[in-house]
């Protein structure tokens, strides 16, 4: 009975977090693996069109290529992923935190990529330091609706299904349980999310 009592009590938190601004991850047999969250400045990065590398923004612009805050591409790394070698993925999203006081109404189309390396290291503010790293060869492309701020506390924009990005990863022959992943959001339009120096772990995007 209090082991039962035990795993409610997780459930419980677990779908709390995945109410604040998650990326969810679901093996084969549909179970969440857990949350995994951005906990640093280094884990969370905007790259300019001219390669210039931001750490501390306090938001992510995700398809804004132009205008005073541009980001060409958007990082972001999830440390401590609890996935086995070959594991298989059923279901995988990020879930962002909308960011700023106006609808941001422009079409937006984005396209999100894994970084192909079994164990990616940290951003750093070295140009190029996104646009450098080898990417998968899936992609998911996503279009998001228009994001009004003002609910940011009731709605959570998703991506679509990232099942196949992660499932790459998971198949490279030197991936361990535990390792990082990263993920490069590029493409054209104009959604801000809060980052890691914006929001702290609770708003900024998370891995489950």
Same mark, same amino acid.
């Given at each position: 009975?209090?082991?039962?009592?035990?795993l409610?009590?997780?459930c419980?938190v677990?779908s709390?977090?995945?109410v604040?601004?998650?990326?969810a991850?679901? =093996?084969?047999?549909g &179970?969440?693996?857990?949350? +995994?969250?951005?906990?640093?400045?280094?884990?969370? @990065?905007?790259?300019g $069109?001219?390669?210039?590398?931001?750490?501390?923004?306090?938001?992510?612009?995700?398809?804004q290529?132009?205008?005073f805050e541009?980001a060409?591409?958007t990082?972001?790394?999830?440390?401590?992923?609890g996935l086995s070698?070959?594991?298989?993925?059923?279901?995988?999203?990020?879930?962002f935190?909308?960011e700023?006081y106006?609808?941001?109404?422009k079409?937006?189309?984005?396209?999100?990529? =894994?970084e192909?390396? &079994?164990?990616p290291e940290p +951003?750093e503010?070295?140009?190029?330091?996104i646009? @450098?790293r080898?990417? $998968?060869e899936?992609?998911v492309?996503w279009?998001?609706?228009?994001?009004d701020p003002?609910?940011?506390?009731?709605e959570k924009?998703q991506t679509?299904?990232?099942s196949q990005?992660?499932?790459?990863?998971?198949?490279q022959?030197?991936?361990?349980?535990?390792?990082?992943?990263?993920?490069?959001?590029?493409?054209?339009?104009?959604?801000d999310?809060?980052?890691?120096?914006?929001?702290?772990?609770?708003?900024?995007?998370m891995?489950?």
């Open positions: 009975m209090a082991a039962q009592r035990l409610a009590f997780f419980v677990a709390t977090f995945a604040v601004a998650t990326s991850v679901r =093996a084969d047999d &179970a969440a693996k857990s949350t +995994f969250t951005i906990n640093r400045t280094e884990d969370d @990065a905007e790259e $069109s001219d390669g210039t590398v931001d750490l501390t923004n306090e938001d992510l612009d995700l398809g290529l132009s205008g541009s060409a591409r990082g972001l790394r999830f440390d401590g992923i070698q070959g594991e298989k993925i059923r279901r995988a999203f990020v879930q935190t909308m700023g106006r609808i941001k109404s079409p937006t189309r984005l396209i999100i990529h =894994a192909l390396t &079994a164990n +951003f503010e070295e140009k190029h330091n646009s @450098a080898k990417l $998968s899936a992609s492309a279009s998001p609706q228009p994001w003002t609910r940011a506390k009731d924009p679509p299904d990232l990005l992660i499932q790459e990863l998971a198949d022959k030197d991936w361990e349980e535990g390792n990082a992943i990263v993920l490069i959001i590029s493409g054209d339009g104009e959604r999310a809060v980052s890691f120096d914006g929001g702290g772990r609770e708003a900024a995007p891995l489950q």
